[in-house]
């Protein structure tokens, strides 16, 4: 070709017409303009090498961090070394404080995913420009738009919908990665404004730890991890730190040199076994035998810590044995019928203060069963909750127990043993428990454990569940307003909060409280949240694929889909919007739920359909953008300013600075959300729209909302840091470093746990030096638990409790979801990324198989003749897809694993494990109208469930496998 | 008649010119769905589609569409991500460049193409003076063989070959950079 081919072949007539230098990639870097730089005669080259004589130096170093949930590691400080406009590299920023001489310290901090963010954030999969979607949804076919464009057609759509059909039309899908700072600020800003509705996605991601809510009525409970140090017997249970908990993983290591028992309890022999003193090989979904014959040995053996029991939980309390409830004080007398009884040795009753755990003297009878006379003259039998509790785990011996969970009675013993003799027992968290669909009842039998030993609120000892802490300033900047003035004064609402305070409520009781309106009706200052796995089960029609939930759960009394639409009926719980509202338009921001929700298969074919648009923010093309109808490109995390909550574990704010400009037309998001306000304030402008009423009753205010957004310009799109500062500013537990010293130091130690719902139930002192404890304020000051009884609760006498027979923890065997089928489908996170963020990582994928397997166990494998690598077909009753094996000595005989977070277009037909995971919902988690099992942040609300599922597996043929 | 500028320069220092102006112009086609059109001849390249917006995105955005062909040489070579940026900069830095903070990636090609605009439309200014001539040729020619050539030919090879100008771009600019290696193998 090139023969016929000339230079001026290429040149079209008059081109030279636009001779000159036209650069838009380059400045002059040694002169003055381009034009000069090209006047100058050139440096001298003879060769490539000529351009490495040069020393490398850095233009600047920054610290930064990544905005992701990687939840119990969270987070790590970096430098972050840029050079020409690019980051190159970054590197633990090795500077934490030693909190004393004989403790572990944190340095250096970091994972694998983090030290490699540099490579992740300039890989070929990024995200530069607005797409719009231009064939049919999911085909593949885009084309590149302008922001204006993209904003503007978003804008009239947001328009059209809430004027038409309502601002609860409007869907903020929002994933795990909510950083509780200024770009999540600006979401939960416009979506109060506009109010439209946040999904709440923590239980539908089975994070919900449902059995320490409806034992504690608060998930958040985690320590310092120094604290293990001061452990002599750690149980991991439900947990896999090695693998997932890298930075973290070294405190444990370093507790076995100080004396302490690693123990550790799960299906597989995974790579925390490895590390630990002890493996306890359980049955997947069975750890609840396992976890009420400790209890039952502990009770046998006379272990109970009976001061503590009798001060802290409601196993001293009286319950009726003819309804089933605890006897109140109106029962007794027509008192208060909140207030709950007690009986000591002597026959005298007594009221358990509901203001303080301290009974003044008091020494309840812990083993009372009676008869006693009511108000009206009836006599009923009563017993203490600890007399049932007794009745109950007295089935629970370990042999009866092996044979429900598959662990040999002596092993169970000699851990029973281990646990009753710690001084100190602790245990590390996790959430798999949560994944399983009897998980509360598994976690409030955990539970049991620590609280009959007394081993709560010291050094090395406690249970911990859901870990999180939060600043306490972004609800301040949210709703422009300080607490005392987003109390909704004058509202019901405001009324009964005022109450409250004047009644001497705790501060976490109060703020829980606040956080539980949010769902309701959060006044005219904080967003209106919805339950995730509510909204996907009932407007996504995931429901549908649990018409089979009788077959697969022993003991279910109602159908799913009625037991949702009864509790929805009975106002037990909330959706927004309401069932027959369908939803118009979602915007799916740090989430993607087409690849994370069991059954999203169903979405796809359900609500799909009645969305007007579909939104995803995100700086890479998950399997959720590929549905979309536009996608925003977004500035990766070292490419804005902004910080990130973090946990009691590492009780640290960390911050990320820009250290690079936005690749390509990709910006941060706060600037994305608060530049949809301008377009819709432009276009409603331009329309002659105005002012609407919320579903709610609320006026908003369409033509002004970019002014309400930015605050009258105080915060326009471009005061990203400023915002993250006022934030800080606003906050009481993080004020105390300026917002310019945490920029440059990369993270700053929180000073006290603060007022944030989201952090508030941790309820203990945050000390300078010391790891911390949780639940202080409750076994330490004595201040009542956010609970029915104000006390740890064992006993829930709801409705929906007593005909499950869950009043108390107890072992339910797993249901077959999906089917009678041989194989259980557990899960976990992967060690080789942080959601999907890093599944196709060009150097995560080297350190693995690099695409989707299965674990399975060389038993299994060689009864169905699959060998490694072997292309299989896993499937149930709901679905199917297929996946290579990975056969492994460690894979228990009749359990799967499959790690998590692949997108589905990594599988062959772009199906994966949520095609074969129905995940109803579980009916007692639906109970409402009730003091503290009702929905709140983060917690409360109804979860999701995969690591039940059953399935079966084939080996695909040869000419099966080479036509995928 | 208008006088075409460079007309009364000396052969050498026109080809110059012309060559730089070229550079441009596939520089801008790889930028941008409708880039180039001023300066590429229309029957080697034609103009953009009705969709070009569209077509681009099929043709060179791998982020979006799975058949696309990455336009970075990172994509296309078994060299470390960011050892290769390592060197692009250090490149662009020995001749006094500096990406701008909105540029494409340094391995992308219109990125380098838009330094070999640069290189030779510094060979136009100074082609009457040999030493700088030649160092300007001999920077070109490695170049070329260590990056702009290579990835130019692995983007022919994989684009697809119905996507009308932009598969014409990934044709065109392997055999315009042939012809270019072919003279600068000559100089």
Known sequence: MTAALSRRSFLKAGALGAAGLAMPDFVARTASSLEALAATPPPEFTSFLDVYRKQWTWDKTVRGTHMINCWYQAHCAFDVYVRDGLVFREEQAAEYQQLRPELPDMNPRGCQKGCCFSHRMYEPTRLKYPIRRVGERGSGQWERVTWEEALDDIADSFLDVVTEEGTDRVIWDLGPDINIGAANAAQARFAQLTHSICLDSNSSNGDGHRGAFETFGNIYMERGIEDYFYSDVILVWGANPVYTSIPNAHFFTEARYNGTDVVVISPDYSASAIKADLWVPVKPGTDAALALTIAHLIVEGDHVDKAFVSEQTDLPLLVRQDTGAFLTEADLDGGDEESFVMVDAAGGFHIAERKTLDLDGVEPDLDATLDVTLDDGTQVAVRTVYSLLKERLATYTPEAASEMCGTAPGLIRRLADMVINARALSNVAGSSMNKYFHGNLTERAMILIWVLLGQMGKPGSGYSAFGFLANDGWEDYVSGLRIPERMAFGTELGLDLLWDLAKGESSEIFFKKMATTNFTDPGSTLPVWSSSALFWHVHGGIVDLAEDAKKWIPGLKQPVREAINSALHKNWIPLQPAPDREPRILFHYCANPIRSVRGSQKLLEVLWPKLVKTVVIDFRMTTTAQHADYVLPAAAWYETTDHKWVTPLVPYNHVTNKAVEPLGESQNDFWIITMLAKHIQKRAQERGITSIDSHLGKEIVLDNLYEDMTMDGAYSEHDVDKAAGAILEYSSNLSHVSWEEQKEKGFARYSQIGLSPLSIGNAGELKEDEPFIPLTYHTKDKQPYPTQTRRIQFYLDHPVYLEYDEYLPRFKAPPQMGGDYPLTMTGGHTRWSVHGVWQDSRHMQRLNRGQPYMVISAEDAAERGISDGDWMRCFNDVGEFTVRSKVSPAARPGATIMWHAWENYHFPGRKGPRDVSPSPLNPVELAGDHPHLKFGMLEGQPGTFDRDTRIEIERLSDEEAARL | ?187
């Not at chain 2, 700088?132 to 990056?147: D, V």
């Open chain 2, 1 to 187: 008649m208008k006088r075409q500028p460079g007309s009364d320069l000396p052969e050498t220092r026109q080809a110059a010119l012309e060559r730089s102006v070229i550079y441009r112009g596939f520089a801008d086609a790889f930028r941008r769905p409708d880039g180039g059109c001023d300066v590429l001849d229309e029957t080697l390249i034609p103009p953009p589609p009705p969709n070009a917006r569209k077509a681009f995105v099929d043709a060179f955005d791998e982020a979006i569409s799975k058949s696309a062909c990455s336009l970075h040489e990172a994509a296309h070579s078994t060299r470390d991500q960011m050892d290769l940026f390592e060197e692009l900069v250090r490149w662009y830095d020995h001749f006094g460049l500096r990406r701008t903070d909105t540029a494409e990636l340094p391995d992308h090609i219109s990125v380098q193409l838009e330094f070999m605009h640069f290189l030779t439309h510094q060979e136009y200014l100074h082609g009457d003076e040999p030493e700088a001539a030649e160092t300007l040729r001999s920077a070109q020619r490695e170049f070329l063989s260590r990056h702009l050539m290579p990835l130019a030919q692995s983007i022919e090879e994989k684009c697809r070959d119905d996507l009308g100008r932009y598969s014409a771009l990934a044709d065109q600019l392997p055999a315009y950079l042939a012809l270019e290696l072919e003279r600068r193998g000559t100089d």
